[in-house]
């Protein structure tokens, strides 16, 4: 396509958004940069429609956007607003870079991206890439042990075990001492089976003493390896005239499904359609992903309209994500000059 056909494309793309209804080439004729008749109009929208890029509602309606022209205009023709310093200023009084936990931070974010675009925010944040700080073993009863795993990040699991016999407070303290040595500054979704059974066959005498233990121990581990996916604003979507109540509806029922977006797989915002893996018809997601020391460890979405703003949008949700990214990282550098420093 030349330039001209783009340049309509995105003033319809851009009427829509702020109008919500079909455009006709009168409209756009009038929009500063377009300098051409609007039978020439006419003629590049029903190019564009034959490209799969817009569609005509109705015969004699003017035209509105499709999937494939919300992502070309997002990809190439949409203008890259940047936020101001207030704007940056009050997403960061929002995010609350001091809180206690990082599951706290996700969900200030995750409420305040609600809050600020009138739309539902995403979020998930999956413990599995944070490295292990502490296993323990507590005994609670005959027999009976409560195995405790936290990460640096706060996160804790715990499991009750069972075992044919009571342990020795030696061989107590040599399990705790031992899994701290081997198992400290490990990554959660490093810990593997194989893992565990070269550490078993290192403990000598103690292997099958313990070794109900260390099933536990990868037991946790895996536990670590599921995401929480939270809503914010869900509100926001139940009450909008454009989204079906229904869909929104099955989509909060089924929010747990969205955990399979968060992967090692990508590094960069995606947009999805309601066409493409999503329950509610007519909408769109966009998906940012978090990042631990460069690895991808979860993400913030926003779920909103087709018609959404994303030159402002997009802004807001790539600073929360790089923001909380940032800190994360600095949480897991300082975990390690901790170690480090602890011998």
């Known amino acids: 396509m030349d330039d001209r056909k783009l340049k309509i494309l995105a003033a319809v793309v851009d009427e829509y958004i702020r109008t919500g209804e079909p455009v006709g080439s009168k409209v756009i004729a009038s929009k500063p940069g377009i300098r051409v008749s609007s039978a020439t109009i006419r003629n590049d929208m029903a190019f564009l429609e034959q490209l799969g890029y817009l569609e005509q509602p109705h015969t004699s309606a003017g035209r509105v956007p499709t999937f494939a022209g919300y992502r070309l205009y997002i990809e190439q023709l949409m203008p890259r607003e940047t936020l101001s310093d207030e704007e940056m200023s009050m997403l960061d009084s929002a995010l609350d870079m001091d809180s206690p936990s990082e599951e706290m931070l996700i969900e200030n974010a995750s409420k305040a ?14 413990p599995r890439f944070s490295v292990i700080a502490k296993v ?15 990460t640096s990040s706060g996160n804790i699991q715990n499991k009750i075990c069972r075992l044919e016999f009571d342990l020795t407070h030696e061989q107590l303290e040599f399990f705790k001492q031992y899994m701290t040595e081997r198992l400290s500054g490990v990554s959660v979704d490093s810990l593997s089976d194989v893992m565990i059974e070269r550490i ?58 969205f955990a399979h977006l968060i992967d090692d797989s ?22 940012s992903p978090i990042k631990r020391a460069g690895r991808t460890a979860g993400a913030l979405s926003l779920i909103g309209p087709m018609r959404l703003d994303y030159s402002k949008m997009i802004p807001y949700l790539t600073y929360l994500t790089e923001k ?3 800190i994360l990282t600095e949480n897991t ?9 602890d011998g």
């Open 200 to 257: 078993a066959e290192a403990m000598g005498a103690y292997t099958v003493t313990l070794s109900p233990l260390l099933k536990g121990v990868v037991e946790l581990a895996k536990s670590f390896m599921e995401s929480d996916v939270t809503v914010s604003g869900e509100r926001n979507l139940i009450e909008r005239d454009d989204l079906s109540a229904a869909d929104v509806l099955k989509f909060l029922e089924q929010k747990s499904e």
């Open 333 to 341: 550098e300082e975990y390690r000059l901790i170690t480090i420093d």
């Open 266 to 287: 990508f590094s960069d915002l995606r947009v999805l359609f309601g066409n493409d893996s999503m329950v509610i018809s007519n909408s769109s997601m966009l998906v």
């Open 113 to 126: 991206l609600a809050e600020i675009t009138h739309c539902a925010a995403v979020s998930n944040i999956s």
């Open 324 to 326: 909380i990214s940032e």
């Open 136 to 150: 323990d073993a507590v005994p609670t009863g005959k027999h009976m042990y409560v195995l405790l795993m936290v």
